[in-house]
């Protein structure tokens, strides 16, 4: 009988032993989904002029490529997109990109802001008519749709498990409200809302 009980005592110290031992290491790599969150974010949110002076610099660096070589070009290229890419997150990317300039008039105007995650929020529809009420709501609701699958794709591309979208989206949240042009609303960490 103390034998079984000597054994038992064993296998349970033992279990616990290598219970201890093992450790659950999730991993959040939060620096490559903030850099990533910044290079979205300015990419979606480019000025108009810089989107004019684009195509000469790509022709520039066309230029450069033939003269430089076959091997050059995919380096030189690579430089311009984010690592954190895919079909999917392009075209998001692409999509928010379109519909920025229906959302900045908002912006500028107070009736919508940046909230703390990573949402487009509806502050106000003072002055708005009936059909400007219906397109904000409209551009905010197809905005937040595409950023909620944006954040859950990012995490995809990362292999951070959908149960840390919340993280991704608590970055992108930063990102967007830093973003914000002055005099947009912004909402701080605690719920208050600021013009920037």
């Known amino acids: ?40 974010v300015e990419e979606i949110r480019k000025k108009d002029a810089e989107e004019k002076t684009a195509p000469e610099a ?17 380096a030189a290229f690579a430089q311009e997109e984010t ?25 500028d105007a107070g009736n919508i802001g940046e909230n703390n995650k990573g949402l487009v929020e509806v502050r106000g529809e003072g002055g708005l ?7 904000l709501r409209g551009l905010v609701k197809d905005e937040n749709g595409n950023r909620m699958k944006l954040y859950a794709e990012v995490a995809k591309a ?7 979208v919340g993280r991704v989206q608590k970055i992108f949240a930063e990102s967007w409200i830093k973003a914000a042009s002055s005099g947009w609303w912004v909402q701080k960490d605690a719920g208050e809302w600021v013009k920037k």
Do not use: W
């Not at 690592?83 to 912006?107: T, Y």
């Not at 008519?129 to 397109?135: G, Q, R, Y």
């Open 1 to 40: 009988m103390k034998t079984k009980f000597v054994g038992l005592a064993l296998f349970a110290v033992s279990l616990t032993l290598i219970l201890a031992c093992i450790t659950v290491n999730i991993y959040f790599p939060e620096a490559t989904v903030k850099k990533a969150a910044d290079e979205i």
């Open 58 to 74: 790509i022709k520039k660096e066309a230029r450069v490529s033939r003269r430089a070589g076959f091997a050059l070009v995919p």
């Open 83 to 107: 690592n954190v890419s895919n079909p999917a997150i392009r075209a998001l990317k692409d999509a928010m990109k379109q519909r920025f300039p229906g959302l900045k008039p908002f912006f």
């Open 129 to 135: 008519n009936l059909k400007d009420k219906a397109a």
């Open 158 to 164: 990362l292999n951070i498990d959908a149960d840390q």
